[in-house]
C-alpha cells in the first residue's frame, strides 16, 4: 500500500510517499480503507519537526501523517464491535504512530472510529474528527459561560459555533 510518511523534519516539502505493508488490526482495533483523509495544520507541524522539539515524542525513523479520515471497514481485530463494509469516521490520535490516515489504509483503535453519519459523502465526514473534537473540547470547558468565538468560518470555530449554541 501507498503511505505518505515524514523521515526528514524539514518541512512539508521533505514528506515522502512510501510502499510499505498493508498493516493487520490487533485486538480491540479496526482496519479502514481510506476513501478520504483531512489535512490539518498538526500535519505540517509534524513534518517541521514540532513533536520532537516540543518533547512531545521522541525522534524516530519515520511519523506518520494525518489525524481524520474516512472509510469503509476492512478488517476487524478481536473484541472491535464493527462489522466489516462500515462506513466511519475516526481519528489517528496518537503521536507515535507511524502509518497514520495518510495511507491507503489505516489501523485504528476501535474507540477512535464512529459510523460515519449517514446519507452524508465520505469525502465531507472526514473533515469532522479533529476539528470537532477540538471544539468540543473547548466548548465543554468552557461550558456555562459567555463566549465569543473568533474565527468562526474556520475548521474549529464552524464547530464551536453549533456546539455552544446547543
Known sequence: M???VARRLDGPDTIEL????VPEPAAGQVRIRVTAAAVNPVDLAVSSGAPVDYGLTAAREQYGLGWDVAGV???????AQFQRGTPVVGV???LAQTLKTHAEYVVLNADT???APQGMELE???TYGLNGLTALQAVKAIRGETVLITGAAGGVGGYAVELAST
Do not use: K
Not at 512510501?18 to 505493508?21: G, P
Open 2 to 4: 501507498r503511505a505518505l
Open 18 to 21: 512510501i510502499e510499505t505493508d
Open 73 to 79: 471497514v476492512d478488517a476487524v481485530g478481536p473484541g
Open 92 to 94: 489517528a490520535d496518537l
Open 113 to 115: 472510529v464512529t459510523p
Open 124 to 126: 465531507s465526514a472526514a
